[in-house]
């Protein structure tokens, strides 16, 4: 059973404590079984498990080449896996879509305009155009970019363009969120500043995040669950070789004891493999 | 060029060039270093530019050659972006067309004045359909390869954003995205097209080309190099106002 939205209510700055008592967000948004992936013959990744709960953060590390972006691309169903299923159940209410992704480069249209690119994907949701202009500036306000609405892309920084890559995203209300290194093409200090604008963001929006990316450092960070894909054998398709549970508070996790053991050992398994 | 000449002075330099080259003809013309039956003297081609203005035969000719030349450029044109377009899009229709296309590709416009008067007779139908030819080709090359070059990562965001239908990834993607190399093809099919007009209009079509044969025929060279200024002043105007459309449409970019 479904709550519809009567009103234009922004869901995506509505405190938790409302938005989870939503009768479907009870069940996994995001339920992956048995997924192998591959090119042909050649199975890359095989075995993946994986189900995802509303406000859950998953973050993917492991080696380069192992195959992370493609479980995030056969996750969201860009990419057809060899075996095993992928469910996303789509979510009932009006002018939202199950699902939308933050690309590595921000990869916004240089044709459109900064709102523009936001709207991008509510169009084809019945919005009305004033609908989806606020829709857009909602999230726009969210990253702190509702002033460059009227912009070029090519006229904002690399970290403007990937907030605008957020917002986007977030514009569609999605039940699940997928992030593919999102911070890596940042420089650090630019990079630092969106790791945090991204735990803040978590507060204000219902989605379930799968966040793939090299820096062990910053999924130890972000995540509640480290997902860590890895070769066991020479030869064999890599597999999930361990998932780890961050029971860390959110805030100035980087400053406590237990942080940096936890990266260490998330870097020892992925050595190991 | 010479990176620390200003602007106005390289525009400066350009007229001086081309003051210079009208003097020279000028004066080896009237020192007798060249035959007058050559070529006009540059000092009368205002006078004869007159003439056929009060006559009312260079209205007439330039308003018949801008019909031949805007049909012919708007038919060439719109056909060359279309099938460009399906064709870097459809790959079975790429492969169905791929060997007509290599075999009409080569054939010059000026090769089909004889089906153009069988079909056509000798009339400005005739005349645009020569011009649209060449416009035609320029247009599906530019268009076929802009679409073919897009980033392919576009795609996937169009796919992730829920923009999954040809129509959408189509105007949503596929034509902007291509739309510098669109109006490139457009630009260079304005200029090709024009050049295809005075030969479109030698065998007998009304038109600035006419009017050039019938100047020739009485060695009035004036009128012939009036009319050559003509086609030049036309172009530029032409070039002109759509560097300005396409300066507008690709604000976009850096």
Same mark, same amino acid.
């Given at each position: 059973?479904?709550?519809?939205?009567?009103? +234009? $209510?922004?869901?995506?700055?509505?405190?938790? +404590?409302?938005?989870?008592?939503?009768?479907?967000?009870?069940?996994?948004?995001?339920?992956?079984?048995?997924?192998?992936?591959?090119?042909?013959?050649?199975? @890359?990744?095989?075995?993946?498990?994986?189900?995802?709960?509303?406000?859950? !953060?998953?973050? @993917? @590390?492991?080696?380069?080449?192992?195959?992370? +972006?493609?479980? #995030?691309?056969?996750?969201?169903? #860009?990419?057809?896996?060899?075996?095993?299923? *992928?469910?996303?159940?789509?979510?009932?209410?009006?002018?939202?879509?199950?699902?939308?992704? *933050?690309?590595?480069?921000?990869?916004? !249209?240089?044709?459109? /305009?900064?709102?523009?690119?936001?709207?991008?994907?509510?169009?084809?949701?019945? #919005?009305?155009?004033?609908?989806?202009?606020?829709?857009?500036?909602?999230?726009?306000?969210?990253?702190?970019?509702?002033?460059?609405?009227?912009?070029?892309?090519?006229?904002?920084?690399? %970290?403007?363009?990937?907030?605008?890559?957020?917002?986007?995203?977030?514009?569609?209300?999605?039940? @699940?969120?997928?992030?593919?290194?999102?911070?890596? +093409?940042?420089?650090?200090?630019? /990079?630092?500043?969106?790791?945090?604008?991204?735990?803040?963001?978590?507060?204000?929006?219902?989605?379930?995040?799968?966040?793939?990316?090299?820096?062990?450092?910053?999924?130890?960070?972000?995540?509640?669950?480290?997902?860590?894909?890895?070769?066991?054998?020479?030869?064999?398709?890599?597999? $999930?070789?361990?998932?780890?549970?961050?029971?860390?508070?959110?805030?100035?996790?980087?400053?406590?004891?237990?942080?940096?053991?936890?990266?260490?050992? *998330?870097?020892?398994?992925? %050595?190991?493999? | 060029?010479?990176?620390?000449?200003?602007?106005?002075?390289?525009?400066?330099?350009?007229?001086?060039?081309?003051?210079?080259?009208?003097?020279?003809?000028?004066?080896?013309?009237?020192?007798?270093?060249?035959?007058?039956?050559?070529?006009?003297?540059?000092?009368? =081609?205002?006078?004869?530019?007159?003439? &056929?203005?009060?006559?009312?035969?260079?209205?007439?000719?330039?308003?018949?050659?801008?019909?031949?030349?805007?049909?012919?450029?708007?038919?060439?044109?719109?056909?060359?972006?279309?099938?460009?377009?399906?064709?870097?899009?459809?790959?079975?229709?790429?492969?169905?067309?791929?060997?007509?296309?290599?075999?009409?590709?080569? =054939?010059?416009?000026?090769?089909?004045?004889?089906?153009?008067?069988?079909?056509?007779?000798?009339?400005?139908?005739?005349?645009?359909?020569?011009?649209?030819?060449?416009?035609?080709?320029?247009?599906?090359?530019?268009?076929?390869?802009?679409?073919?070059?897009?980033?392919?990562?576009?795609?996937?965001?169009?796919?992730?954003?829920?923009?999954?239908?040809?129509?959408?990834?189509?105007?949503?993607?596929?034509?902007?995205?291509?739309?510098?190399?669109?109006?490139?093809?457009?630009r260079a099919g304005l200029g090709q097209g024009w050049m295809t007009v005075v030969a479109a209009?030698?065998?007998?079509?009304?038109?600035?080309?006419?009017?050039?044969? &019938?100047?020739?025929?009485?060695?009035?060279?004036? =009128?012939?190099?009036?009319?050559?200024?003509t086609i030049a002043g036309l172009y530029a105007l032409f070039d002109f106002l759509f560097m300005?459309?396409?300066?507008?449409?690709?604000?976009?970019?850096?």
């Open positions: 059973m479904t709550i519809a939205m009567t009103t +234009s $209510v922004t869901t995506s700055i509505t405190p938790p +404590s409302v938005t989870t008592a939503r009768a479907n967000s009870t069940g996994p948004v995001l339920n992956a079984r048995d997924l192998s992936l591959g090119f042909g013959h050649t199975t @890359v990744l095989a075995g993946v498990e994986l189900a995802l709960y509303p406000r859950e !953060f998953v973050a @993917v @590390v492991g080696a380069s080449g192992v195959g992370k +972006s493609t479980l #995030l691309r056969a996750l969201a169903g #860009l990419l057809a896996p060899q075996t095993g299923e *992928v469910d996303i159940p789509a979510g009932k209410e009006d002018g939202t879509r199950a699902w939308s992704m *933050v690309f590595q480069a921000s990869r916004l !249209f240089p044709w459109r /305009r900064v709102r523009a690119n936001v709207e991008l994907g509510l169009e084809g949701l019945g #919005l009305s155009r004033a609908e989806r202009r606020e829709r857009a500036m909602q999230p726009l306000t969210l990253v702190g970019l509702d002033a460059y609405a009227d912009r070029w892309p090519h006229t904002l920084s690399g %970290g403007q363009q990937q907030r605008v890559g957020i917002a986007r995203a977030l514009a569609v209300r999605p039940r @699940v969120l997928f992030m593919d290194e999102p911070f890596a +093409s940042l420089d650090a200090i630019t /990079r630092r500043r969106l790791q945090q604008e991204l735990i803040a963001l978590r507060q204000r929006t219902e989605a379930a995040i799968v966040f793939v990316t090299h820096d062990i450092e910053e999924a130890v960070l972000l995540a509640d669950r480290v997902m860590i894909l890895g070769n066991q054998e020479a030869g064999q398709p890599a597999r $999930v070789v361990e998932t780890l549970s961050v029971n860390l508070p959110l805030d100035e996790r980087r400053d406590l004891p237990d942080f940096a053991p936890l990266v260490q050992r *998330v870097e020892a398994i992925i %050595g190991n493999h | 060029m010479n990176p620390t000449m200003t602007r106005s002075r390289r525009s400066l330099l350009s007229a001086a060039g081309l003051v210079a080259f009208v003097l020279l003809w000028e004066l080896a013309l009237r020192s007798g270093l060249l035959p007058g039956s050559l070529v006009p003297l540059p000092s009368s =081609i205002p006078q004869v530019f007159w003439y &056929e203005l009060i006559d009312g035969i260079w209205l007439d000719v330039v308003r018949s050659s801008l019909v031949h030349y805007s049909v012919g450029l708007l038919l060439g044109s719109s056909l060359g972006i279309t099938v460009g377009v399906a064709a870097a899009l459809l790959p079975r229709f790429d492969a169905l067309h791929a060997w007509l296309a290599r075999l009409l590709r080569p =054939i010059p416009p000026l090769a089909w004045i004889p089906f153009a008067i069988i079909w056509f007779g000798i009339n400005p139908s005739a005349a645009a359909f020569i011009i649209s030819i060449g416009v035609f080709w320029i247009n599906y090359f530019a268009s076929y390869s802009a679409v073919h070059s897009i980033d392919p990562s576009f795609d996937e965001v169009a796919q992730a954003f829920g923009q999954r239908r040809f129509l959408s990834r189509l105007t949503k993607v596929n034509l902007p995205a291509a739309a510098p190399g669109i109006l490139g093809g457009l209009e030698l065998f007998g079509i009304p038109g600035i080309g006419q009017r050039m044969m &019938e100047a020739s025929s009485l060695l009035a060279t004036d =009128i012939v190099v009036v009319y050559m200024l300005l459309i396409q300066r507008r449409l690709l604000r976009w970019q850096p």
